[in-house]
């Protein structure tokens, strides 16, 4: 089974600033086949369901804003919020959809909070 | 507009059994694979179970493979989730999600808010 491992596991930025967010997998998620590497990132706000932010690791969701950025290849991938606003504050998860047969497995999660 | 909205949770004693339902709308049911996501008091998310678009395959992860079943009524556009021998462990918000694809990879583009399951004595 493959392991998703968030860093930090809590994060508290200053509003305008940049947040950043690690996410390290125990296999590498990058498909050889058509170089593409299996990973997203969803958002969670208190008492709402997770939202679907960056899939294939780095294509934004339909409108997402774009101050909400993924990069990484393989086995690290890092989610960027280039400017935090206000209503960032959420609990943020990678998960990875490499495994076969089709399944997934979440990283633990990131709280970011305002400094 | 997309909508999931779940049903069925409630208080069950360990080794219950229990049936959840998703009502879908606001898109082609059959043409994608559906998800239940689960997701612990406090705790992160976990995925519990995959079936494609018609039905015809289905997958589950390991903490629930042979107690719960995944099925689907594309003709009512309706998701469940048959969950036996419940354990303490099973108690969650569970998710009903929809993939973006028919079947094969695993990105869940949109989300239920959820049914809470208790397994308690």
């Known amino acids: 089974d493959i392991v998703m491992t968030q860093s930090p596991d809590s994060l508290a930025v200053s509003l305008g600033e940049r947040a950043t967010i690690n996410c390290k997998s125990s296999?590498?998620?990058?498909?050889?086949?058509?170089?593409?590497?299996?990973l997203a990132w969803y958002q969670q706000k208190p008492g709402q369901p997770p939202k679907l932010l960056i899939y294939w690791a780095s294509t934004r969701e339909s409108g997402v804003p774009d101050r909400f950025s993924g990069s990484g290849s393989g086995t690290d991938f890092t989610l960027t919020i280039s400017s935090l606003q206000a209503e960032d504050v959420a609990v943020y998860y990678c998960?990875?959809?490499?495994?076969?047969?089709?399944?997934?497995?979440f990283g633990q999660g990131t709280k970011l909070e305002i400094k | 507009e997309v909508q999931l909205v779940e049903s069925g949770g409630g208080v069950v004693q360990p080794g219950g059994s229990l049936r959840l339902s998703c009502a879908a709308s606001?898109?082609?049911?059959?043409?994608?694979?559906m998800h239940w996501v689960r997701q612990a008091p406090g705790k992160g998310l976990e995925w519990v179970s995959l079936i494609s678009g018609d039905g015809g395959s289905t997958y589950y992860a390991d903490s629930v493979k042979g107690r719960f079943t995944i099925s689907r009524d594309n003709s009512k556009n309706s998701l469940y989730l048959q969950m036996n021998s419940l354990r303490t462990e099973d108690t969650a918000l569970y998710y009903c999600a929809k993939d973006a694809t028919i079947f094969g990879v695993v990105i869940i583009d949109y989300w239920g808010q959820g049914t809470l399951v208790t397994v308690s004595s």
């Open positions: 296999q590498s998620v990058l498909y050889s086949s058509n170089n593409k590497n299996y």
């Open positions: 606001g898109f082609t049911f059959d043409d994608y694979a």
């Open positions: 998960q990875q959809y490499y495994s076969t047969p089709p399944m997934c497995s």
